[in-house]
């Protein structure tokens, strides 16, 4: 299992920025599948991003291709979720998820991601 804590969120106005970062415990960060899920009110978890263990694979829902950027920083265990032009749809809870079992997680729902996140709450306002 990977621990994990997420920071970065905050309240924003539409059109703005916010970066979250995801830190993680544990020795097996670089060869873990790493990912962003989100939750808004009312609403099933769902996939924003996903990155491989090394970096050079990654996935985006449709939703945020073009204005989300996962990145991750195996030196400090860190996974990143630069998000640009926000609006209130990307409002929600968002968590990390990681899958230490492979180095690549293709699955887009949530239920085949193993570790999560406290989440952190992100508020677009119009």
């Known amino acids: 299992q990977v621990q994990l804590v997420e920071s970065g969120g905050g309240s924003v106005q539409a059109g703005g920025s916010l970066r979250l970062s995801c830190a993680a415990s544990g020795r097996t960060f670089s060869s873990a599948a790493m990912g962003w899920f989100r939750q808004a009110p009312g609403k099933e978890r769902a996939f924003v991003a996903s990155?491989?263990?090394?970096?050079?694979?990654?996935n985006y829902a449709a939703s945020v291709k073009g204005r989300f950027t996962i990145s991750r920083d195996n030196a400090k265990n860190t996974v990143y979720l630069q998000m640009k032009s926000l609006n209130p749809e990307d409002t929600a809870v968002y968590y990390c998820?990681?899958?230490?079992?492979?180095?690549?997680?293709?699955?887009?729902?949530?239920?085949?991601?193993?570790?999560w996140g406290q989440g952190t709450q992100v508020t677009v306002s119009s």
């Open positions: 998820a990681a899958d230490a079992s492979r180095l690549y997680n293709a699955y887009t729902n949530y239920q085949f991601w193993g570790s």
């Open positions: 990155i491989s263990g090394s970096g050079d694979s990654t």
